[in-house]
């Protein structure tokens, strides 16, 4: 597919600065691009890369004031990476317009609706009365259990699996090998030592525009549901217990980890390697710091916490600083003793 530099524009509301005609078919990194290629500059210091680049068109930020003359055509923008995040997306959306029908071999129960300019690929298992809004797509391998229902728009891509009566909405992308409403941890011990087995008899529902990264696993509740609510981003490698509920436009690092029954509030930030004890609130706007321990709850709102346990950050840097300090003032202090004794002699 080839774009002109000013349908971009276009799309990203930019102005162009140099030949307005010029075509590009592909992306590049800015220090590698070639002609035909289109890359962006959104970090100071890549700048210098600005005035040796082989791409044929550069998004910049409208403050940047050039140092040299450029070849490539400039298209300014506010936002730069914003800009060029947006192209990306809209060059997403038509590959994937471009998919659709139903490719063989593939199972679609009888009983389920599919929607309008649907995809699915081979080898995919569409269950019993499920439904699969316009505009999915479902790539090879994928299942999709009995009585899922899918919102129009979204990707389910090769090797998920999504258990039965789980809902996904609208603009939801799911990567390869997450799984979706297995059995949540529920075994009740016994008077013997043994476990029996707690039936996990709710589901996942994720909310509109979440986007969950590959081999994530999230379990459906034992009662009610797990909860993605709209615009959580989920990376690769977690782990969600059941009952669980994330809030809004929250988002999650790799190898993160929440237990059971947890409520993830709006717009919390998790680094990887995280791990959140089970039935605790985290409030609004927190931020947990990666390799975290969070065994209380976090009550009030925006505060940042790191370490395990988990405590407020700046708290926990100080007390790191005083750790290193450690040795110093034991050496101060042996000093200290050495001192009082030779004036304890000398008195004597």
């Known amino acids: 597919m080839q774009f002109s530099a000013a349908q971009i524009a276009m799309m990203i509301d930019g102005k162009i600065e140099g030949n307005a005609d010029i075509q590009v078919g592909f992306f590049g990194k800015i220090e590698e691009a070639v002609e035909g290629e289109l890359t962006f500059l959104a970090n100071p210091k890549y700048e210098e890369y600005l005035y040796s680049t082989a791409a044929s068109i550069v998004i910049v930020n409208h403050s940047l004031e050039l140092k040299q003359p450029v070849s490539a055509t400039l298209i300014r923008v506010k936002d730069a990476y914003t800009a060029f995040a947006t192209l990306l997306d809209k060059y997403q959306q038509i590959k994937n317009q471009q998919l659709t029908g139903i490719q063989q071999p593939a199972y679609v129960d009888a009983t389920a609706k599919i929607g309008e300019q649907v995809f699915i690929g081979a080898f995919a298992y569409i269950g019993e009365k499920a439904i699969i809004g316009n505009r999915v797509k479902i790539y090879p391998s994928a299942y999709i259990g009995n009585r899922v229902t899918i919102g129009e728009n979204s ?45 996990q008899i709710g589901n996942v529902v994720i909310e509109d525009n979440v986007e969950i990264g590959a081999n994530t696993t999230i379990d459906r509740a034992t009662i009610g549901s797990t909860l993605i609510k709209s615009g959580a981003k989920l990376d690769n490698l977690l782990q969600i217990a059941h009952n669980v509920e994330i809030g809004n436009n929250s988002v999650i690092a790799a190898q993160a980890g929440i237990s059971g029954s947890t409520k993830i509030g709006n717009n919390v930030m998790i680094g990887g390697q995280a791990g959140v004890v089970g039935h605790l609130q985290i409030a609004d706007g927190a931020k947990i710091n990666a390799q975290s321990g969070v065994s209380k709850s976090i009550k009030n709102q925006n505060t940042s916490v790191t370490g395990s346990p988990a405590f407020e950050y700046t708290a926990a840097l100080r007390s790191q600083a005083m750790i290193r300090s450690l040795p110093k003032l034991e050496k101060r202090i042996e000093e200290l003793e050495k001192l009082v004794k030779e004036l304890l002699t000398q008195k004597a």
Do not use: E
């Open 155 to 199: 990707i389910i891509h090769p090797g998920v699996k999504i258990y039965h009566h789980c809902n996904i909405g609208n603009n939801v992308v799911i990567h390869s090998g997450t799984v979706i409403g297995s059995d949540g941890f529920g075994f009740a011990p016994q008077a013997d030592g043994t476990y029996i087995k707690v039936p």
